[in-house]
Antibody, heavy 118, light 112 residues
Framework: EVQLVESGGGLVQPGRSLKLSCAAS????????MAWVRQAPKKGLEWVAT????????YYPDSVKGRFTISRDNAKSSLYLQMNSLKSEDTATYYC???????????WGQGVMVTVSS | DVVLTQTPPTLSATIGQSVSISCRSS???????????LNWLLQRPGQSPQLLIY???NLESGVPNRFSGSGSETDFTLKISGVEAEDLGVYYC?????????FGGGTKLELK
């Protein structure tokens, strides 16, 4: 059974950093693109980052480019999101998702809440 | 960025009724590789999103065949042939043809 379990969320002050983790199991992690998608409270979905199978290629929207870094450790079947210079508008539930060639997300984690507030 | 406009924003249905949701794109979603990367997801209350359909009309494994997708270029439709109680929630279309990937604003399916 495919499982994606996020961790690392919490309350953080504006301008500070936070690192999210996603532990994957039930599939060969190194064979899949992975992604982060977020959802602000009572709002819709926003794609945040995607990483290729080897980690050599990463993709971001302008809203987080230069502040967020997606990475992976295939030996540990783990995905990460390093978030720097956090803003109040980054407050959201962050979902880890498995990507099929990066074009669609077929499995999602339960999500982890990040609140950016002073 | 590609803007996806979903209509209606809210849909009220009775059990057994067939309904459709529209997703219109600000640009053609036909990729240079010949595929069209328009997907549909359902987010039930309090749950994570779930993939229903990928590349316009391909049913994800385990998804009931009362769900179907159609369309091309800029106009796409998700149809539910006979709504069941478990289908309630918010439906999102998502495009992965043009970076950055974007989502529609959502359509909330409620019981009438």
């Amino acid at each position: 059974e495919v499982q994606l379990v996020e961790s690392g969320g919490g309350l953080v002050q504006p301008g500070r950093s936070l690192k999210l983790s996603c532990a994957a199991s039930g599939f060969t992690f190194s064979n899949y693109y992975m992604a982060w998608v977020r959802q602000a409270p009572k709002k819709g979905l926003e794609w945040v980052a995607t990483i290729s199978t080897s980690g050599s290629r990463t993709y971001y929207p302008d809203s987080v480019k230069g502040r967020f870094t997606i990475s992976r450790d295939n030996a540990k079947s783990s995905l990460y999101l390093q978030m720097n210079s956090l803003k109040s508008e980054d407050t959201a539930t962050y979902y880890c998702a498995r990507g099929q060639f990066g074009r669609y997300f077929d499995y999602w984690g339960q999500g982890v809440m990040v609140t950016v507030s002073s | 960025d590609v803007v996806l406009t979903q209509t209606p924003p809210t849909l009220s249905a009775t059990i057994g009724q067939s309904v459709s949701i529209s997703c219109r794109s600000s640009q053609s979603l036909l990729d240079s590789d010949g595929d069209t990367y328009l997907n549909w997801l359902l987010q039930r209350p309090g749950q994570s999103p779930q993939l229903l359909i990928y590349s316009v009309s391909n049913l994800e494994s385990g998804v009931p065949n009362r769900f179907s997708g159609s369309g091309s270029e800029t106009d796409f439709t998700l149809k539910i042939s006979g709504v069941e109680a478990e289908d309630l929630g918010v439906y999102y279309c998502m495009q992965a043809t043009h970076a950055p990937w974007t989502f529609g604003g959502g359509t909330k399916l409620e019981l009438k």
